[in-house]
């Protein structure tokens, strides 16, 4: 059972189910809607510029996908994909 990769639903984007930041592949940008998490992680998140209406551009992850950069605001950004599920975009239009 080693050999065996687990496969992984993608989420689509024609679907109801909200766009999260850790769903952008690298390139792929969006713009921050809300924050989901307690007031002070999201507050320092805001403090580096993952402020509601702010554009974020996914850059490269760890060899293992964990953590990922992230631009935002002229600068680079490493942030856990567990962090990522809460911040909740829009794409750009």
Do not use: N
Request: proline share 8%.
């Amino acid at each position: 059972m080693w050999g065996r990769r687990r496969r992984r639903r993608r989420r689509s984007r024609g679907t109801h189910a909200p766009l999260t930041l850790a769903d952008l592949k690298e390139g792929e940008s969006g713009v921050v809607d809300s924050l989901e998490l307690p007031e002070d992680v999201a507050l320092r998140l805001m403090e580096l510029g993952f402020i509601p209406g702010t554009t974020v551009v996914a850059g490269p992850g760890a060899p293992g996908g964990d953590p990922r950069v992230y631009r935002v605001d002229g600068s680079e950004i490493a942030l856990r994909r567990e962090t990522t599920r809460h911040l909740l975009l829009r794409i750009p239009g």
